[in-house]
């Protein structure tokens, strides 16, 4: 499936020959070029590509490491699957140029297990790209050489977590490591290693095709650029759109065809919930950041039942190891049923909130820091209503 | 991509974090930094909770241990660092450039009282039915932090059967908080690999490979792990209450044999510091208690020098003049449970290399049930034999079906110290108050070689004392018999003497370079093992290996907490202890002659000696049915 | 298992090994591979790679205890899994669910008699435009109807 709306930098002639400019310039110089044009982590962190490439390519080891982090198991999130189909080759063009900008060798491809189908698809684009000699030794004709390879992940939401992925790559339970020392310093086996998301690589040719300057002038000012956006739930035309950072919350429901709008669900299970009276607010950085996904719900819609939903999924799919979030996402859970059962005081409740900040604070990685969000955010918004339901 | 120099499996983030450049706040390799709006300097790289130890700032800590690798589990330590939104876990996160830090500012409490809550509403146990109540982490935080109430709840059934399949350990999961100590102790520290976290989310659980009873698995009983556990989920296989029916029975002859290690630590059970002997003392509690006899381990040590030195002596005579081919060396020695486990599984075909010689507990268990019946004329049948061991797998030791060459079980309860502090304290007696006794005849007082086993080295100092002595007819060229390279804590140490102007008979020993090998703690065996399998040690004659860190008093029966400090302290008391004892070598122990003189009167490695104090092995190897 | 089909299985994961290398970073798609020819990991194999790779077996029991796709128990030819997170839950998993269940006689978790299918919930594949959806084995099935899902089964038998 491809983009629904009229794509901004996803469209194929924005490319070019990126890929072939970016291998004749000289590789701090494609650093700077990202740096520039403002591009920032698409998986959700929204860290400065630039600043990230800079820490990797000035490191000094033997080795470094570039991860394509295609975990993508973000509920609702669905974006990656379609730059992985329909993009293929500029993902993997985007992998080989962080290569070649940070002075890496080796490129790895983090697929999550659910995509298994497009192994082959994948497979083949890099057999595509060797034959071309865009890829293997002496890449065309440079003193460069780089291979990918492809990894499947095995059902674990946490792996995308990129502490999480690299221990999972080197062939652990997928439990997230202590930060600092962060993977751009001590990484895949020890080594400096760049984790970016699919969209995050996938931006570089084109930014190096039409230029820094043509990319920083769309979107905001604190969020340069476009977005992928997977819009599921109540909606007429479920997809991925392609939209200008800062697109207000009223506009995107417009373009997908939502009607009697409750509740949006911004980010995925570990997003926010907001009710569909805050349409003006925008999708960036600086007011409701996304990894790239939107779930809408209408007023049919029972909000308990889906943050019950949500609390389940993160109840199973922490790593377990940090008690703020292997116990207390259980909580929630909990009180979730005990609201269910109208058994949950407010004064509990309360309490239980106030784990959720708990949790946001002390929790080892960000999953846990982020799974109370749906619980805070719905049970804010929607709480007297629901209380009063129940 | 292979890369064959990557061994280490402790997670790249839990090792120490790499320094290449020093920070701009770097004055001289050191950090300005406030912890609770003071100022401090520390070297850059160290630890928030390393820091705050220095200045006696205290941080709360569960998966922490001073032993271990880093794991930033429990999250019990977040402290406040200005400017980050998060709370940072002390003991993982490292200085780097100046920083404020707020270890109990409001934030910081409310968090780790939610945290402390989470971890209690999920904790089924109840501490007046627990072996750590009163030395228990969890415990003590609860009490720290003024937890009258239970926030979130709590757990009123069990949720996991107690695994009490093996003679040795333990295993109770409904009071296991998660802080996967256990997990790097068998796993980093011992290398034996048994227990680790299986499942993720909420359904983790720490359990052995495919959740088999411990039994059944490839655990060597060291108990390690026990000892580095916060809580009482795990303990040892604890039989004093089989032991006080024994004592309180008229008809049986209750008899207990105490190794050196216990008397160095005890009196940490009660409340005295570590490295405070109370041997004398102790000898006076076992008779309150009501054991019938108190004899000194230390004896059998003797004897276990005497067999063992024999074999040795033999066994270089068989390859150095029979140029027997068969005969293995380096050989090995077998005093550890725990070690003699580990090789049975992990180096089955190397066990040849083991002495023959069964530990002191063993010896002396062969030795009460014969001689010793037979001396004061008591039915064998009747007497107990209790071995109070600083060991959790001397347990499992002497359940092993082949320890019955006196015709009965040799050893019929092996007692840990803190099992027997336990029973003292269950007596209504203070240790460290009492008056001091001796130790029973006829096995009297032993010498301080045999005391010295306690600690890592020991066995090749004493062996040494003996051996350099009988074959040249002096003392060992040390001051004051002080074998410093076979003493102190490095993982493996290496060391040689030379055997000059022999006696004639061991003329075959003129100008040997006697070459001697020590290492404590299974994955320092391991290291010594796979240098053995290379045939790197074909110039080596002797090994000891001790499976626990720090030799037997680091054993899993000692007082809780341990910590290399503590370890160190224990050391330097038996030293000390030893220093001042009439005898100090084995072969110099009268009792001992004694026993050659009446009873093994083939003399060490004579037919009874083989038959009541040798043993055999058997191969394991590493494969879970 | 017999003797035989044991030193099958160890060959097997020489290869395998053989063909990964035999550093840790290779367990996983060692594991995985094994998981898609056996439809799952039994013990013997859990320890056999643990050895060629020279870790401790717990540590692969770890591993494969870890992700949701790697099984130690025998599993069914065909082996169901409907999401069931939010979007799918939205666009009426439970009417799949219903007819899964109705159809095959089991409930979620269970193995029919047969060993031929077994059915289980899984956490969102990313098809959530798409949804209800489900995978078979590694076949991905979206849009789901009840009507559909009765066609799916009858094309599996
Ligand atoms: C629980 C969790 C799951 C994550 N999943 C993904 C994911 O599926 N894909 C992704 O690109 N980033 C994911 N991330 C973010 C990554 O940790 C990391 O920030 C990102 O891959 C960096 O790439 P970027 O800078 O290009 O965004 C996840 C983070 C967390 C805490
Ligand atoms: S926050 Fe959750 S997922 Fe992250 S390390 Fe802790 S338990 Fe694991
Ligand atoms: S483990 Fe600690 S807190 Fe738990 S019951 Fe025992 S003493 Fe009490
Ligand atoms: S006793 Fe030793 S071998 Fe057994 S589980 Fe504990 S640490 Fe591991
Ligand atoms: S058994 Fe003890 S040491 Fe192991 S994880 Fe549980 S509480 Fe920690
Ligand atoms: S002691 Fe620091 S996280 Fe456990
Ligand atoms: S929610 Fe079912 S595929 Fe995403």
């Not at chain 3, 009840?146 to 094309?155: A, G, S, T």
Request: aromatic share 8%; charged share 25%.
């Amino acid at each position: 499936m491809p983009i629904l709306n009229k794509p901004i930098v996803f469209a194929k002639e924005n490319f070019g020959d990126g890929f072939e400019k970016g291998l004749k310039m000289k590789p701090i110089d494609i650093v700077l070029a990202v740096r520039e044009s403002g591009l920032k982590g698409r998986g959700g962190a929204g860290f400065p590509t630039g600043t990230k490439w800079m820490l990797a390519a000035t490191a000094t080891a033997e080795k470094k490491f570039i991860v394509c982090n295609a975990d993508e198991g973000e509920p609702g999130t669905f974006k990656d699957r379609v730059l992985l189909t329909e993009f293929t080759e500029q993902v993997l063009k985007g992998i080989i140029l962080c290569g070649y900008a940070i002075g890496s060798q080796v490129g790895y491809i983090y697929l999550r297990g659910e995509y298994d189908y497009m192994v082959n698809q994948i497979n083949s684009a890099i057999q595509k790209l060797k034959n071309e000699n865009k890829l293997g030794k002496n890449i065309l004709g440079k003193d460069f050489d780089f291979d990918i390879e492809l990894r499947l992940g095995s059902g674990a939401y946490v792996c995308g977590e990129e502490s999480a992925l690299i221990e999972s790559l080197e062939g652990n339970r997928g439990e997230p490591r202590n930060r600092p020392p962060y993977p751009v310093n001590t990484g895949f086996m020890g080594y400096p290693t760049v984790v970016n998301n699919v969209e995050t690589l996938a931006t570089v040719p084109a930014i190096l095709n039409l230029g820094s300057d043509w990319y920083r002038n769309i979107g905001t000012d604190k969020s340069r650029g476009s977005k992928l956006i997977s819009v599921s739930g109540d909606v007429e035309f479920p997809g991925v759109y392609e939209i200008p950072f800062g697109t207000k919350i009223k506009d995107m429901l417009e373009l997908v065809g939502a009607k009697d709008t409750k509740a949006i669900q911004i980010g995925g299970a570990s997003g926010t919930c907001i009710s569909a009276k805050e349409l003006n607010r925008n999708l960036s950085f600086e007011d409701l950041p996304t990894g790239g996904s939107i779930i809408v719900f209408n007023n049919s819609r029972n909000m308990l039942k889906i943050l019950k939903n949500f609390m389940e999924f993160f109840v199973e799919e922490s790593c377990g190891q940090c008690t703020p979030c292997r116990i207390g996402n259980k909580k929630l859970l909990d009180g979730v049923n005990m609201i269910e059962k109208g058994e949950c005081s407010v004064a509990y409740l309360k309490e239980l909130l106030s784990l959720g900040e708990t949790m946001r604070i002390t929790s080892k990685c960000g999953l846990g820091q982020s799974s109370p969000n749906p619980f805070i955010s719905i049970l804010t918004t929607f709480g007297d209503e629901i209380l009063a339901t129940y | 991509m292979t890369d064959g120099n990557y061994v280490s499996r402790t997670p790249v983030s839990q090792q120490p974090l790499k320094i290449e450049q020093s920070s701009p706040h770097d004055i001289g390799g050191l950090v300005e930094i406030e912890i609770n709006r003071k100022k401090f300097k520390v070297p850059f790289g160290m630890t928030i909770l390393e820091a705050c130890k220095l200045f006696d700032i205290h941080v709360p800590t569960l998966c922490h241990h001073e032993d271990l690798c880093i794991a930033g589990v429990c999250r019990i330590c977040s402290v406040e660092v200005e400017g980050m939104r998060t709370l940072q876990a002390a003991c993982s996160f490292p200085i780097t450039q100046s920083m404020k830090i707020h270890t109990s500012s409001e934030k910081v409490r409310k968090s780790r009282r939610h945290i402390l809550d989470l971890l209690l509403s999920e904790h089924y146990g109840e501490c007046y039915s627990c072996v750590r109540n009163n030395n228990c982490e969890l415990q003590k935080l609860a009490k720290e932090y003024g937890v009258d109430f239970y926030r979130f709840g709590h757990v009123k059934e069990p949720y996991y059967d107690i695994d009490k399949s093996s003679y040795s350990i333990v295993r109770d999961m409904n009071k296991c908080i998660l802080c996967r100590r256990c997990v790097r102790t068998c796993i980093d520290l011992q290398e034996v690999g048994v227990l680790e976290a299986l499942n993720r989310g909420y359904d983790t659980k720490i359990t052995t490979f495919l959740d088999k009873p411990i039994s059944e698995v490839i655990c060597i009983n060291c108990g390690q792990c026990i000892n580095r556990c916060p809580t009482g989920a795990l303990r040892t296989n604890d039989p004093s209450d089989i032991i006080w029916e024994a004592i309180d029975n008229p008809k049986k002859h209750v008899v207990i044999q105490t190794a050196p290690s216990p008397r160095a630590a005890i009196g940490e059970e009660f409340g005295l510091p570590a490295g405070n002997s109370l041997t004398r003392e102790l000898n006076t509690a076992l008779k309150m208690i009501g054991f019938d006899r108190v004899f000194d381990t230390n004896f059998t040590a003797d004897l276990t020098i005497m067999e063992e030195g024999t074999e040795l002596l033999n066994r270089l005579k068989a390859a150095i003049v029979d140029k027997d081919e068969s005969v293995k060396l380096p050989q090995f020695t077998s005093c550890s449970p725990g070690w003699v486990k580990y090789c049975e599984h992990f180096y089955p075909d190397f066990l040849s290399h083991l002495s023959t010689a069964k530990s002191p507990q063993q010896m002396f268990g062969a030795v009460i049930k014969t001689f010793y019946a037979q001396e004061e004329n008591i039915d064998p049948a009747d007497i107990v034999t209790v071995a109070l061991m600083p060991c959790s797998a001397k347990k499992f030791e002497c359940n092993r079906p082949e320890m019955v060459d006196s015709g009965f079980k040799d050893v019929d309860f092996g007692l840990t110290t803190r099992e027997l502090a336990q029973m003292i304290k269950e007596a209504g007696i203070n240790l460290p108050d009492l008056p001091k006794s001796n130790f029973d005849e006829p096995f009297g007082e032993a010498s301080g070689a045999g005391l010295i086993f306690g600690a890592t080295g020991g066995v090749m100092e004493a062996a040494l004392r003996s051996v350099y002595e009988i074959v040249t007819g002096r003392t060992v060229p040390f001051d004051n018999l002080v074998i410093s390279p076979c003493r102190g804590m490095e993982g493996v140490r290496e060391a040689s003497v030379k055997l000059e102007n022999v006696k004639n008979e061991w003329k075959f020993l003129e100008g040997v370079e006697l070459k001697f090998m020590i290492a404590h703690g299974t994955a320092n065996a391991k290291k010594v093992m796979e240098k053995l399998k290379k045939g790197e040690l074909k110039d080596v004659h002797f090994v000891e290996i001790m499976g626990c860190p720090g030799g037997c008093l680091g054993g899993g029966g000692q007082p809780i907490p341990t910590s290399p400090e503590i370890r160190q302290k224990r050391a330097e008391s038996i030293y000390k202890e030893e220093a001042e004892l009439p005898i100090r070598k084995s072969h110099e122990n009268p009792h001992v002659a004694y026993l050659y003189s009446k009873f093994l009167t083939e003399g060490p490695c004579g037919h009874l000696s083989h038959k009541l104090l040798h043993t055999t092995y058997t191969k394991r190897g590493n494969y879970i049915a | 298992m017999l003797g035989s089909e044991l030193s099958d299985l160890n060959i097997e994961i020489s290869e395998l090994v053989e063909k990964h290398g035999n550093g840790r970073q290779s367990l996983l798609p060692i594991l995985q591979e094994i998981q898609k020819r056996h439809g799952h990991i039994s013990g013997h194999a859990q320890q056999e790679v643990a050895r060629l790779l020279d870790i401790h077996p717990v540590e692969v029991n770890g591993v494969v205890s870890f992700y949701a796709f790697l099984k130690t128990g025998i599993r069914a030819k065909y082996n169901i899994r409907l999401c069931k997170t939010i979007s799918c839950e939205l666009a009426n998993k439970a009417s799949i669910a219903k007819t899964l269940e109705r159809e095959l006689g089991i409930k979620f978790g269970e193995v029919t008699k047969d060993e031929r299918y077994s059915l289980e919930y899984i956490n969102c594949l990313g098809m959530c435009d798409q949804g209800p959806a489900m995978l078979i084995n590694n076949e991905v099935y979206t849009s789901l109807t009840p009507h559909k899902v009765i066609e799916i089964l009858d094309n599996l038998k």
